[in-house]
């Protein structure tokens, strides 16, 4: 079973099943869709994704969108989708963008593809191909097997020992670039939320020196019925008027002596 996570709404999908029928078409293909562009990508990828870690029957995964500006393929730069990709149980394929288009998807992935296309065509092999191999075996069958099988053996061998060593080798260079990756975002990051720390405290500092209890720190003091109305003018005090002053540090109970 494979499991391909793209935008139902391109054209990935419906290139990825044409590819597949041609070439192998008994295996099953699941569609896992995901927004893969535009706010929320990162997310619903990482949704995707989650989804099929579960899959346990999943043999292959997919993770394709066409070709697009540098912006529309940014999800597949976050470090989120990058991260669970990494993760899949299933090797993945990464077909994202065009072939000149690397992302960090396409770095840790298991297997880089040019084309979504060209994703199907790793992940299944050709039918006609086969059974022409199939056939040319058939016709050396004979004395010949037990050499050609041993031959196969070590081949086979030779070719699982590049191959690790290949996997090793992309893996290490995926990581060190993912690190390097993340060290820029998060110096870049820190510098961000400095500027921003130093703006809030400049304003901050602007509001402190606006504020009335400022105005009292320097001998002032506003006078207050017991509504919380200010009192302003000396008509508002007449004899036996009670008042609460307010002072710097809190607040004094006063009453007018006599009108003025």
């Given at each position: 079973m494979i499991g391909v996570v793209t935008s139902p709404e391109g054209a990935v999908w419906h290139d990825i099943v044409a590819v597949v029928a041609r070439r192998w078409p008994h295996v099953e293909l699941v569609l896992i869709g995901a927004r893969v562009q535009g706010e929320g990508a990162p997310e619903d990828l990482c949704r995707a994704l989650a989804l099929a870690a579960r899959?346990?029957?999943?043999?292959?995964?997919?993770?394709?969108r066409g070709g697009g500006s540098k912006e529309d393929l940014w999800a597949f730069n976050d470090e989120r989708v990058a991260r669970a990709v990494a993760a899949?149980?299933?090797?993945?394929?990464?077909?994202?963008?065009h072939e000149?288009?690397?992302?960090?998807?396409?770095?840790?992935?298991?297997?880089?593809a040019s084309t979504p296309s060209a994703a199907a065509e790793a992940a299944v092999p050709d039918r006609e191909e086969v059974l022409h191999r199939l056939r040319g075996t058939a016709v050396g069958l004979g004395a010949g097997v037990a050499r050609r099988l041993a031959l196969t053996d070590e081949r086979l061998a030779h070719a699982t020992t590049r191959l690790s060593a290949a996997v090793d080798r992309r893996v290490a260079s995926?990581?060190?670039r993912l690190h390097r990756a993340a060290t820029r975002m998060g110096t870049a990051c820190a510098a961000r939320l400095a500027e921003r720390e130093a703006a809030l405290a400049r304003f901050a500092a602007s509001l402190d020196a606006l504020s009335p209890l400022k105005v009292l720190d320097r001998g002032y003091a506003v006078a207050r019925d017991?509504?919380?109305?200010?009192l302003r003018r000396i008509s508002e005090f007449p004899a036996g008027r009670r008042?609460?002053?307010r002072v710097a540090d809190g607040e004094v109970p006063a009453r007018s002596e006599r009108s003025a």
């Open positions: 899959w346990e029957s999943l043999d292959v995964l997919i993770v394709a899949s149980r299933a090797p993945t394929i990464a077909a994202v963008g000149t288009d690397v992302t960090l998807t396409d770095l840790v992935a298991d297997v880089r995926a990581a060190e017991e509504a919380g109305t200010v008042f609460r002053l």
